[in-house]
């Protein structure tokens, strides 16, 4: 059964520095998005990608943070200065139509320290 | 705001009890609703959703949820628990939009104890 990958499972970064949190979504998709999830909380919607460009984004997603989709199978979330509150778990998830369900992948633990 | 109620933080029941999650969101307008399950050390894998038609949706693995629009609700039963139900459940709302712009609930956690 196709999966969205998600690499590393669990990235530990200094505060200040910058991340990139990867994502392989299913192939044939064509709608990416970057959750994530602070421990204990809610699961947050971050960011929608489409035909190479944000659809939607929240109001987490501000200017430190942006997303790629570098060669036609990654799609990636960037953090540029990484601060101790963006310590979380980030999802990545793909659906081939806006109208279907997203599929989740298994989630990077992203720890600042 | 736009925002999922998930009454319950943990649950704990016996095998064959019966389950029954509550999820509430705040009014918006059309909704399309969802069930996640999240096993332990496991992704989120969805159980059902509710797109339009018949408001009461049977998914995986038993379970069942229904839409009561009056009470803006969306709660999951399954009859029967089992020991390998053990595992988060979240409910999630999309309003209308990218069906990946989900709102989710804190979740909901099932321990069951054989």
């Known amino acids: 059964e196709p999966e969205v990958t998600q690499t590393p499972s669990h990235q530990v970064t200094q505060m200040g520095q910058e991340v990139i949190l990867r994502c392989v979504p299913i192939s044939n998709h064509l709608y990416f998005y970057w959750y994530r999830q602070i421990l204990g909380q809610k699961v947050e919607f971050l960011v929608s990608f489409y035909n190479n460009e944000i659809s939607e984004k929240s109001e987490i997603f501000d200017d430190q943070f942006s997303v790629e989709r570098p060669d036609g199978s990654n799609f990636t979330l960037k953090i540029r200065s990484t601060k101790l509150e963006d310590s979380a778990m980030y999802f990545c998830?793909?659906?081939?139509?806006?109208?279907?369900?997203?599929?989740f992948g298994q989630g990077t633990r992203l720890t600042v320290v | 705001a736009q925002s999922v109620s998930q009454h319950n933080h943990h649950v704990i029941l016996s095998e064959a009890a019966s389950l029954e999650l509550g999820c509430n969101y705040s009014?918006?307008?059309?909704?399309?609703l969802f069930w996640y399950v999240q096993y332990p050390g496991q992704h989120l894998q969805l159980l059902l959703k509710?797109?339009?038609?018949?408001?009461l949706v049977k998914g995986i693995k038993g379970f069942e949820a229904e839409f009561i629009k009056s009470k803006f609700s969306f709660n999951l039963r399954k009859p029967s628990v089992q020991w390998s139900d053990t595992a988060e459940y979240f409910c999630?709302?999309?309003?209308?939009?990218?069906?990946?712009?989900?709102?989710f609930g804190k979740g909901t956690k099932l321990s069951v104890k054989p």
């Open positions: 009014y918006g307008g059309t909704v399309n």
């Open positions: 998830a793909s659906s081939d139509d806006r109208n279907t369900e997203a599929f």
């Open positions: 999630a709302v999309n309003y209308g939009g990218s069906q990946g712009n989900l709102i």
């Open positions: 509710y797109f339009s038609g018949d408001p």
